[in-house]
């Protein structure tokens, strides 16, 4: 099969971009061609309030990425074309340039940016679905995205365009998200159910993993909604045990400073996937303390793969691959005296924290391997190309 992938990379690299590697990883290993059009945030807007005045003024419409993406297409014949985050340098002229030569088109949704300005359901720290019910331009007077009335504008003018012409349900021959829940949120909001498909994220496997270990780790973007935080006002109180943190952001330099106080912790930076995988292993657990509705992180698919069990912030999707009592543990968003309780029970507990930690590695092998991945994301694409042929002619044609 030929595959070409579409994806607009962020500013500080996250679960997103790793997944996009991941994919495109495992297809080339099982023979099949794939071709990769990226897009930066990091070379076009970080840095330049030129480039970013440009992207938002595009983010409706960027006629550049249509011709290039042609161009693209014109010399990378594929059978299917697969887009991750367009928002905002691809735009949906990336799916249109795809239709439009009859090539079906797969989006996977990693948040939900088709139905809220800032992509997560989150305001004032709280969850918020008001511009479902309410429209996007609710999300202006609140400023939810970076803070700005005007940025908000803008992606609100490009989500109620979008919506008018009916983009997503003429333009995209399939959804897929990493969870149920995230897709229960996205067909209350009027996509088709038929298709909005779930495939979880997967990691490589690390290999046959070792027990035991010390203290937790938390591995993501050194952002707000991520609830790092949190997780160091809880971690206060728990007597200077190992605290590991994996990964940048924007709050990298408020969290180094806040944890400064806090006995235990440690910063490792950004690194490579086989650092990551043994930090994990170094750790008697994982947590993920987000206070936005999470999808499914990779850090989690990360936690299950080296056989730790994962401490996670309820209700989201989490609780989907976090069986409570089992392979992880469950607290309440956002309180910072539940997720310490959890973790001081882990912590009490070694023997209890490992046989989770072995039900976590026994789920991944079950659902979240390479291999399983591998064989839903091809059914996806054999899926999409079916909804094409049996679309009318001139669904091919229109804009």
């Not at 099969?1 to 990883?25: C, K, L, P, Q």
């Not at 480039?51 to 010399?75: C, S, T």
């Not at 309180?335 to 026994?362: I, K």
Request: hydrophobic share 45%.
């Amino acid at each position: 099969m030929r595959v070409a992938i579409f994806h607009n990379r962020y500013i500080h690299r996250g679960g997103e971009d790793s997944v996009v590697d991941t994919e495109a990883e495992l297809l080339r290993k099982a023979g099949h061609e794939v071709h990769l059009f990226i897009v930066d945030n990091r070379e076009e807007i970080a840095g330049s309030a030129l480039g970013a005045l440009r992207a938002g003024l595009r983010a409706r419409w960027n006629p550049d990425i249509r011709a290039r993406v042609g161009e693209f297409l014109d010399h990378s014949a594929v059978d299917v074309g697969h887009v991750h985050n367009f928002f905002p340098l691809l735009s949906p002229a990336v799916h249109v340039a795809i239709g439009d030569r009859g090539i079906p088109v797969v989006q996977t949704l990693h948040n939900y940016r088709l139905l809220c300005a800032n992509g997560m359901f989150l305001r004032r720290e709280r969850p918020c679905e008001d511009c479902v019910a309410r429209g996007p331009w609710n999300a202006v007077r609140h400023g939810c995205y970076r803070g700005s009335r005007v940025q908000t504008a803008v992606w609100a003018e490009q989500a109620a365009l979008h919506r008018r012409r009916g983009t997503w349900r003429r333009r995209v021959d399939l959804f897929t998200t990493p969870s149920a829940f995230a897709r229960s949120k996205l067909l209350a909001a009027g996509l088709p159910p038929e298709r909005v498909v779930v495939k979880p994220n997967t990691v490589v496997d690390p290999g046959e993993p070792s027990f035991g270990g010390s203290g937790a780790i938390f591995v993501g973007r050194l952002s707000r909604e991520k609830g790092v935080h949190l997780l160091l006002e809880a971690w206060r109180h728990l007597a200077g045990q190992p605290l590991t943190i994996v990964g940048s952001g924007p709050e990298e330099a408020a969290l180094r400073r806040c944890a400064a106080s806090i006995p235990g912790v440690r910063f490792l930076g950004q690194v490579d996937r086989d650092r990551v995988y043994r930090a994990m292993r170094e750790a008697a657990f994982a947590v993920v303390p987000s206070i936005w509705y999470e999808n499914f992180p990779v850090a989690v698919a990360e936690a299950m793969a080296c056989g730790r069990a994962t401490i996670a912030a309820h209700p989201t999707a989490l609780a989907e691959f976090v069986d409570h009592g089992r392979t992880g543990l469950l607290f309440d968003t956002g309180d910072p005296r539940s997720l310490a309780d959890a973790c001081r029970a882990l912590l009490a507990d070694p023997a209890r924290t490992e046989a989770m930690g072995r039900e976590a590695r026994a789920s991944y092998e079950e659902r979240l391997t390479p291999e399983a991945n591998l064989a839903a994301l091809t059914a996806l694409y054999d899926r999409a190309a079916a909804l094409r042929s049996a679309a009318s002619p001139g669904l091919q044609s229109r804009q």
